[in-house]
C-alpha cells in the first residue's frame, strides 16, 4: 500500500478537472505560470516571471494535459510555437470570464549556483495581471492571491491607474490559518 507521502501529486489531476468544468461550461481555461529554465514559452509574453496562457481548445491544438507536462502548440503574434509548462510550474488555473478557479503554491525557487545566495523567502513576485479581462466596468476590481506561507503574503493584482502611495503598508492576509492558497476578488 502506498501512503500519502509516497502517492503522486494532486496537481496534475486538479488542473484537469478544472479544465474539464471550464469547457463544460462554455468558460475559458487559463492557467498561470511561473517561468524558469524548465518552462518552454515565448519569453517576450513573460512579465515578472510570470505568464498566463490560454488553454482553451480555440486557442491550442495537440493539447496534452499530462502528469508531468502541459504540452500544446500556440500561436502568438500569428507565429506558431511549441509549449512545454512542468505542471510543478503552475501556480493557478481559473475561468477567464468568471475568475473561478484554482490557485496552487508557488514552486520553491531553485538553488542557484552562483555568487548571490538565494533569498529565504525566494524571489519577489509581482502580481498577475491578465490584459484580455479588463474592461471599462472592471477597472476598481483588486484581486488577492494570498499564498499562506509562513503567516501569507498577499499579492494585489490593482488596476495600473490606481492612486496608491507607496509608503502605505499592504493590507494584511485574512487570517484563516491553513496552508491552502486562495484566491480572493474584492470588488
Same mark, same amino acid.
Not at 478544472?18 to 513573460?46: I, K, M, S
Not at 500569428?78 to 503552475?90: D, H, K, L, Q, Y
Not at 545566495?117 to 509581482?126: D, E, H, L
Not at 490584459?131 to 501569507?152: F, N, P, Q
Given at each position: 500500500m502506498i501512503n500519502a507521502l509516497e502517492s503522486s501529486s494532486t496537481r496534475p489531476y486538479l488542473i484537469r478537472a478544472l479544465y @474539464?468544468?471550464?469547457?463544460?461550461n462554455g468558460f475559458t481555461p487559463y492557467v498561470a505560470v511561473q517561468v524558469d529554465d524548465t518552462v518552454?514559452?515565448?519569453r517576450e509574453y513573460v512579465k515578472n516571471g510570470e505568464i498566463v496562457l490560454n488553454i482553451s481548445f480555440d486557442a491550442t491544438s495537440s493539447l496534452k494535459l499530462?502528469?508531468? $507536462? *502541459?504540452? $500544446?502548440?500556440?500561436r502568438f503574434a #500569428?507565429? /506558431?510555437?511549441e509549449i512545454s509548462v512542468p505542471v510543478g510550474r503552475v501556480i493557478a488555473i481559473y475561468a477567464r470570464e468568471n475568475g473561478q #478557479?484554482? &490557485? $496552487?503554491p508557488a514552486p520553491a525557487p531553485a538553488v542557484d549556483s552562483g555568487d548571490a545566495p538565494a533569498s529565504p523567502t525566494g524571489p519577489a513576485r509581482m502580481p498577475l495581471r491578465d490584459a484580455s479581462r479588463g474592461t @471599462? #466596468?472592471?477597472a476598481g476590481k483588486i484581486v488577492h492571491l494570498v499564498t499562506g506561507e509562513d503567516g501569507g @503574503?498577499? *499579492?494585489?493584482? &490593482?488596476?495600473?491607474d490606481s /492612486?496608491?502611495?507607496?509608503?502605505d503598508e499592504p493590507p494584511r492576509p485574512p487570517a484563516g490559518g491553513g496552508s491552502r492558497p486562495s484566491l480572493k476578488r474584492v470588488k
Amino acid at each position: 500500500m502506498i501512503n500519502a507521502l509516497e502517492s503522486s501529486s494532486t496537481r496534475p489531476y486538479l488542473i484537469r478537472a478544472l479544465y @474539464e468544468w471550464c469547457t463544460d461550461n462554455g468558460f475559458t481555461p487559463y492557467v498561470a505560470v511561473q517561468v524558469d529554465d524548465t518552462v518552454q514559452v515565448p519569453r517576450e509574453y513573460v512579465k515578472n516571471g510570470e505568464i498566463v496562457l490560454n488553454i482553451s481548445f480555440d486557442a491550442t491544438s495537440s493539447l496534452k494535459l499530462g502528469n508531468d $507536462f *502541459i504540452e $500544446f502548440k500556440a500561436r502568438f503574434a #500569428g507565429s /506558431a510555437r511549441e509549449i512545454s509548462v512542468p505542471v510543478g510550474r503552475v501556480i493557478a488555473i481559473y475561468a477567464r470570464e468568471n475568475g473561478q #478557479g484554482m &490557485a $496552487f503554491p508557488a514552486p520553491a525557487p531553485a538553488v542557484d549556483s552562483g555568487d548571490a545566495p538565494a533569498s529565504p523567502t525566494g524571489p519577489a513576485r509581482m502580481p498577475l495581471r491578465d490584459a484580455s479581462r479588463g474592461t @471599462e #466596468g472592471d477597472a476598481g476590481k483588486i484581486v488577492h492571491l494570498v499564498t499562506g506561507e509562513d503567516g501569507g @503574503e498577499t *499579492i494585489d493584482a &490593482a488596476p495600473a491607474d490606481s /492612486a496608491t502611495d507607496p509608503v502605505d503598508e499592504p493590507p494584511r492576509p485574512p487570517a484563516g490559518g491553513g496552508s491552502r492558497p486562495s484566491l480572493k476578488r474584492v470588488k
